[in-house]
């Protein structure tokens, strides 16, 4: 039997950005983009860092290209999309010390 929820078939979109602030206007294109980010269900990893979980590869690829769609003029933006399999395998470190790892939401799908 398929298992939909498989942690090889789930995935993660990580978008990273680095957008020039120095301009009131730039400011203002930045901030923008990260209520665009966090609209699309994107959560806050670290500054300039986003991730969303996405069911499926299908999914992941829809929200990679609303991404795309909404990239502002300047500045550099990445995307990189992992499997949830790869997403568990992530360390995570406060200075010296290891930190729980984050804890994955699996969404509930209705159709």
Avoid: C
């Avoid at 690829?61 to 997403?87: M, S």
Wanted: aromatic letters at 12%; glycine letters at 4%.
């Amino acid at each position: 039997m398929f298992n939909r929820l498989s942690a090889y078939r789930t995935m993660w979109i990580l978008v990273m950005y680095d957008l020039p602030t120095e301009t009131a206007i730039e400011r203002k294109t930045a901030a923008k983009f990260r209520k665009l980010l966090m609209k699309d269900g994107f959560n806050m990893f670290q500054f300039s860092m986003y991730l969303r979980h996405s069911p499926s590869a299908e999914n992941a690829t829809v929200h990679r290209n609303r991404i795309v769609n909404l990239l502002p003029e300047h500045g550099k933006v990445g995307i990189l999309q992992i499997t949830d399999k790869q997403f568990e395998r992530m360390e995570i470190f406060y200075g010296k010390k290891t930190a729980p790892a984050p804890v994955i939401i699996q969404q509930l799908e209705l159709f």
